[in-house]
């Protein structure tokens, strides 16, 4: 009885730890979808995803912030025209806890006050009609993953670049080695006194040899012969 009871207790506690995660599942989907994100299409010199949350919290409760860095080549041409050698940031979204709230700031925050640095700033803000942060996450995402695409084929074809000129260089260093050997040997024959010794070689006429070789006999004939003499003698007889 006491295994059935704790059993039936594990039990009753599972379940009231799934509806506990389920209820909060459904009340931070439900929370996601009452979310807005507005889009910054230009990000005013000096300012950074800290005072850009300053400005924006007066109107309402901000989630996240996500501001672009701006390309490090317009950064160096900014610095070269004596403009802010800070960082600075392109483009950018905010999300806000209510969609209200989203469209309201997007539709009335075009400037700060007069006093701000930031007034002369068109910010051009604009609400992200059915756009949850997620939808940012994986485009960035998407990004990143084809500039490595892209990135490794540049290293690839750098290598095969940097292979075919090691291999250019290795046989031009041979063809410059045969072609040295081939000069050293040139100048050797046309120094003058190699050049009298391989014409004394070239004039000595070559010796030949001739050893007495005996003249080979011809045995059939030999024995053709003593046959001959042998039956002379037998059928005349001897004298």
Known sequence: MAELEEEANKTTLQEESNAIVSDQRTKQAAAADKRGVCYLSRIPPRMDPLKLCQILSQYGEIGRIYLTPEDPAAQVRHKHVGGFRGQQFSEGWVEFSEKT?????????????????????LWNMKYLHKFSWDDLTEEIAYKNAIWEQKLALEISAAKRERDFYLSKVDQSRALTSIEDRLKKKQKVQQEPGVTSEISEEKQQPKLIRQFPQTKPVDDARQNKARLSKDILIGVFGGS
């Open 101 to 121: 709230v989203a469209k309201r700031v997007a539709n009335t925050l075009n400037a700060e006050q007069k006093t701000s640095p930031f007034y002369y700033d």
